[in-house]
């Protein structure tokens, strides 16, 4: 089989280095892909929002099946796409993946359905946010926390947890009327701040049955102990204690299943992975977010966990045989790590020379998963915000989690960061030593 992943960051990495050791792969593509990549797959130069382009790829080269990385093509309709030209393809339409591409979808989802989710408003005038963001702190006291959200996609970075009334005004200014995410932000949603552990729960369905990936917890902001903005993520881990299998139960049974039946109750059944980003709270699993595709870097820290054939479960799930699949875990723990650039998630620096990717490597249980790197006169260059990812399998959460940081010890790029304390909350609770 020839495969196409969709995609250049470090998730399509883990995808292409998860589909290709599939004996049932003869030739893996990705497009555009990553210096990383190149060294599994041919990496073809069309960006990943190239639709029509990358479907006339795929029929040229007689691809026998597409995987799809990031949201923003699937928003915009590529499985749609390839569908109308008879190619197979794995992802949900652009239809249900407003799951993900409008917060207002999502939360109106949840509510219809019962799925728990924080109490919300959604207001389409700079004045009803203002005077329902005033509201809140009348009732809830000045040291209350808010959650701001622009409505569409806005490169993750359209989420403001508010600690002040003046900090929620500010992001409502930002969205609403200086307009920082164009028309993302002329609806936005204000949420109550949820309290507890977040975990990610990413589901792979083809439209009825709904089958976990095992769950782990993504590091969102940029500095240890959770300080600083939040980024794209800075590191997971995999499984996560506080999450053992009935609390993934209870997750599919009350949010994820109930998503995927809501959509197909609109007409279009959701076939992909569908990702529920929850928070564990004293009431219970709320829903924070779904995304419609694999998360980064939980990918990175879910795939070499992966003990099945990948490849099988993706076509299962396009043929609505996902039920058969073999989905099996091995039994051990993983660490992701990002390594970001100097001022990532702000503006950051780019075009430094990285050291050190053989000898991580080469290390133990050690992958090294390329996101905004490029490749010049021999040289691996910095060319985005979170770089690379290292990614440790171990026995149990301690042991991945020193190989890790120990193939991270062997990297080097001028103004690199990296947050120190991946799975340290984990590694802390009694409960978690194995
Ligand atoms: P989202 O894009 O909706 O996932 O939001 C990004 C991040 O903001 C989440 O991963 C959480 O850390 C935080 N967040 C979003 N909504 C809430 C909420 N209602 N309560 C607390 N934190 C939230
Ligand atoms: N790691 C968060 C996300 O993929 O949305």
């Known amino acids: 089989m020839k495969i196409l992943v969709v995609g250049g960051g470090g998730r399509e990495h883990a995808l292409v280095w998860k589909i290709a050791q599939s004996p049932l792969v003869s030739k893996v593509y ?4 990553n210096p990383g990549i190149s060294k599994l797959a041919e990496c073809v130069d069309i960006s990943s929002d190239n639709l029509e382009e ?7 080269e007689h691809i026998d099946f597409t995987v799809v990385g990031p949201e923003a093509p699937l928003i915009a309709g590529i499985v749609d796409v390839f569908e109308c030209r008879g190619l197979k393809i794995f992802g949900p339409s652009p239809d ?12 109106k989802l949840m509510q219809t359905s019962g799925i728990p989710t924080a109490d919300f408003w959604i207001c389409d005038s700079l004045t009803v946010a203002r005077a329902r963001t005033a509201d809140y702190y009348g009732i809830h006291g000045k040291d209350a926390r808010i959650v701001i959200k622009a409505d569409g996609l806005a490169a993750g970075k359209g989420v403001v947890v508010a600690a002040s009334l003046e900090e929620a005004e500010d992001a409502l200014q930002k969205f609403m009327s200086d307009r920082i995410f164009g028309s993302a932000g002329d609806v936005v949603v204000i949420e109550e701040c949820l309290i507890g552990e977040e975990a990610s729960i990413i589901a792979i369905t083809d439209g009825e049955t709904v089958r976990p990936l095992i769950p782990s917890q993504d590091h969102k902001r940029a500095y240890d102990g959770d300080l600083g903005p939040n980024t794209g993520g800075m590191g997971a881990y995999a499984p996560v204690p506080i999450i053992p299998l009935d609390t993934v139960d209870i997750a599919v049974e009350q949010i994820l299943k109930p998503a995927v039946a809501a959509i197909r109750g609109l007409g279009i059944p959701y076939r992909g992975f569908l990702y529920a980003g929850i928070m564990v ?13 694999l998360g980064d870097p939980e990918t990175q820290t879910i795939l070499p966990l992966l003990e099945s054939d990948i490849v099988p479960i993706l076509i299962r799930a396009t043929e609505c045989t996902l039920e058969q699949a073999e989905i099996k875990w091995r039994d051990a723990s993983s660490v992701c790590i990002t390594a970001a650039s100097g001022g990532y998630p702000g503006i950051f ?19 090294v998963f390329h ?17 690379l ?6 026995a149990d959460l301690e042991e991945a989690s020193i190989h890790a940081y120990g193939a991270m010890s062997d990297i080097y790029f001028e103004g690199m960061h990296f947050r120190k304390d991946i799975a340290a909350r984990a590694l802390q609770s009694d409960s978690t030593k194995v």
Do not use: Y
């Open 389 to 394: 990812s290292v990614t440790a399998v171990g």
């Open 281 to 293: 709270t004293k009431d219970g699993l709320k829903t924070i977010e779904f995304n419609c595709r």
């Open 30 to 33: 990705c497009a555009p892909g």
């Open 371 to 387: 996101a905004g790197t490029k490749e010049k006169d021999g040289n691996i260059l910095t060319a985005g915000g979170r770089v």
């Open 96 to 107: 249900p993946a407003r799951i993900e591409g409008s917060k207002v979808f999502a939360k």
């Open 54 to 60: 990358l479907a006339e790829f795929a029929a040229l």
């Open 349 to 367: 620096q780019s075009g430094k020379v990285i050291s050190g990717l053989e000898q991580a490597s080469e290390r133990e249980g050690c992958v």
